[in-house]
């Protein structure tokens, strides 16, 4: 019979440093968004190149990396994983800040890349292990707050620093916390017994994925229609998603004539604020409503994707003028639909590796969520910026200032193929997690 490790004040710790590694780990990485433009100008790049910088280049390797670190954290020590990783990328940010030429601050990016492949999937599967099922979607989504947080902090404060200091120096403050984060959870988080909370019995998967080559226990994973859903669901949203999180604060400095600090201000606290509220709110209620139903897992972020659509529609199609004044700051009054997205769009990320680690034994929780989020890395981050990017570009001829508007516009659009997915996956994740039960009961 498997034992657990007693939920105790150390368990809250180390959820808490393992959300503020993951915090820094998108700071680290979103915060290019607000730093485009004077990069661009030092540079002398194109919007295509500096999609290639914040998606192709960093998704390819970071998505590349992630599957088979995932499969050796199903293995080792989870902890030591995630705290070598934190040190890597942290002091890859910092060089980022020392680059005078573009192909140096590629190369830094890429690097950055090779250490974020190694932190969120190990994360996961310790947070799964460290509490009850009953807790997982709600605790799930309090660590999934981070990259919101990191959206927030990445965008508000960098925006700050790169006006006042010059964009080198964000990437120098940003870098430094890493490395003590690193020390932190090599030192105080405490590796949780793999499933403890799951019962007496896994399934045979369990045991066959100790011996089995990673191609296969990919395929095995892949075979499952609800895992295979979610993940083509999950790709969807990262490139409307992540090419939203890098453009925006562009598109709200060339459409609405924001200054470089007020559109990181702007952006990062209302997508962060609305993001957190969702991330929390779709925890607590997904926990309550599966308890009725099981499709909620996934019915929940279908509900969300539905309504963050019309919210991204609108703010993207919003005229430009209407402002309402706060102190010294400008707000376009369609910064109201920022926050509506940030709150609905949080929805899905949070409960889709919530409803992946309930699917899969332990032993292979790292593994399914690195393959889950291969999915959204290797669409989402390398091509959501790049495309959005090239687009941006191409429609330039035609519509000036505002092709970027339509570019986003254009890979928002993509969501609703999300919709579609996570409405094909219910009826096959009821049935799977139904017979998961049944044969525990």
């Known amino acids: 019979m498997q034992t657990h490790t007693p939920v105790t004040v150390r368990t809250h710790l180390g959820l808490l440093l393992l959300g503020l590694v993951y915090i820094f780990s998108y700071i680290d990485r979103q915060a290019i968004a607000i730093l485009i433009e004077p990069i661009k100008r030092e540079f002398g790049a194109s919007d295509t190149m500096m999609g290639l910088l914040t998606g192709l280049a960093f998704g390819l390797l970071y998505a590349g990396l992630g599957v088979p670190v ?74 999934m707050m981070g990259p919101h947080f990191g959206v927030l902090i990445g965008l508000a404060v960098g925006g700050w620093i790169a006006q006042h200091h010059g964009w080198r120096a964000a990437f120098l403050w940003f870098g430094a916390p890493g490395i003590v984060l690193g020390l932190l959870v090599w030192l105080f988080v405490r590796e949780p017994v793999r499933g403890g909370f799951d019962g007496p019995a896994e399934p045979p998967s369990a045991a066959a994925a100790a011996t089995e080559s990673l191609s296969a226990q990919l395929r095995r994973l892949l075979a499952d229609p609800a895992f295979r859903h979610i993940c083509w669901g999950c790709g969807m949203a990262g490139v409307a998603g992540y090419g939203y999180a890098i453009w925006t604060p562009s598109f709200l400095m060339r459409t609405h004539g924001l200054t470089l600090a007020h559109a990181g201000l702007l952006f990062g606290v209302a997508s962060g604020l609305g993001a957190v509220a969702g991330s929390i709110f779709s925890g607590w209620a997904c926990d309550r409503l599966v308890r009725r139903d099981l499709r909620w897992q996934l019915g929940l972020p279908l509900v969300g994707v539905a309504i963050a659509v019309p919210m ?36 899905w990320p949070s409960l889709s590796y919530s409803a992946v680690s309930q699917m899969v034994p332990a032993s292979e929780r790292s593994t399914a969520a690195a393959l889950l989020n291969l999915f959204i890395t290797l669409f989402g ?61």
């Open 312 to 347: 991204a529609f609108a703010l993207f199609l919003w005229p430009a003028g209407p402002a309402w004044t706060l102190g010294t700051l400008k707000v376009p009054h369609a910064a109201l639909f920022i926050l509506g997205f940030g709150f609905f769009a949080s929805w």
């Open 70 to 143: 995932g499969k050796l954290a199903d293995r080792a020590n989870r902890r030591n994983i995630v705290a070598v990783c934190c040190t890597i990328w942290s002091l890859a940010t910092m060089a980022c800040g020392f680059a005078q030429q573009f192909w140096q601050l590629l190369a830094a990016r890429m690097t950055v890349a090779v250490g974020e492949a190694g932190g969120m999937a190990p994360s996961i599967s310790m947070v799964s292990d460290m509490y009850p099922r009953r807790q997982r979607s709600l605790v799930i989504g309090l660590f």
């Open 381 to 441: 981050v390398g091509g959501g910026p790049l495309v959005t990017g090239m687009l941006s570009d191409l429609l330039t001829p035609r519509f000036g200032s505002d092709a970027l508007r339509w570019a986003l516009f254009c890979a928002l659009a993509l969501m609703v193929l999300t919709a579609v997915a996570f409405a094909l996956a219910l009826a096959p994740y009821r049935c799977r997690m139904s017979s998961q039960t049944s044969a525990v009961a």
